[in-house]
């Protein structure tokens, strides 16, 4: 007597089911870098996905490529950010805007300060390429915004590097206090400001913001 005959899946429903499997795997592993870094072991990010090790590498070959996928949407609403407080007229609110919005992205997605400053991890050439690109736009912004007299005279590049370490030791201590997230910002903010100037700073740090997602171009 014939066995019962086997039932072939269609393929809609094979995409579906890989479909599933990636969203799990992306939840996952932001889960797992927000806990234990980035360099967190590949198989703990399918175990907490229910996926084999296999299926995690078979859609993601590379750590690199889990890290870019994994915080997509948050690379672009940073770069985004970056690329439109260049080019608002008003330096300051550009300025001020930016530095908001990367700090509720360390706020509202605890893994990605990891990712943010291993954005073109890869490629060394296109690592070159990306951080002087940011390097410069960073400095176009800081230039402007203290020739339309708001941001006092004495800040430099690098003291952004400062603000997102600061803010996301916060961060990591106080998960779920925005009000402590937005005050920081604000105290930092307002200490900027020309107008808050009072006397000299100490020299700048040497901290960089690494890989900087760049604004186009």
């Keep these: ?32 870098f927000a806990e234990r870094g980035i360099n967190a072991p590949m ?6 996905a229910g996926v084999g090790v296999a299926t995690l590498y078979r859609r993601f070959p ?7 996928a994994a915080f997509t949407q948050q690379m672009e609403t ?11 007229p008003d330096p300051w609110r550009g300025f001020r805007r930016l530095i908001e919005t990367i700090c509720e992205l360390q706020r509202a997605e605890r893994g990605f300060p990891a990712a943010f400053t291993a954005a073109f991890p890869a490629e060394a050439a296109a690592h070159t390429r990306a951080r002087t ?5 960073l400095a176009t912004l800081v230039r402007r915004a203290q020739a339309a007299g708001a941001l006092r005279a004495d800040f ?3 003291d952004l590097a400062v603000v ?11 998960p779920d206090d925005r009000a402590a997230s937005r005050r920081l910002v604000a105290y930092l903010l ?3 400001r020309a107008d808050a100037a009072n006397g000299r700073l100490p020299a700048p740090s040497a901290l960089s913001l690494g890989g900087f997602p760049a604004p186009a171009g």
Excluded: K, W, Y
């Design 43 to 48: 198989a703990t990010v399918a175990r907490r």
């Design 133 to 137: 690109r940011a390097d410069r736009g």
């Design 78 to 88: 940073c770069t985004r950010a970056f690329t439109e407080a260049l080019a608002d």
């Design 190 to 192: 307002q200490a900027f």
């Design 164 to 174: 997102f370490q600061a803010h996301g030791g916060l961060v990591t201590a106080l």
């Design 1 to 32: 007597m014939p066995g019962a005959p086997s039932r072939i899946r269609p393929r809609d429903e094979l995409r579906a089911d890989a479909r599933r499997n990636q969203e799990r795997i992306l939840v996952a592993a932001r889960e797992v």
């Design 156 to 158: 430099h590049p690098s």
């Design 62 to 68: 590379t750590r690199d490529a889990l890290v870019r």
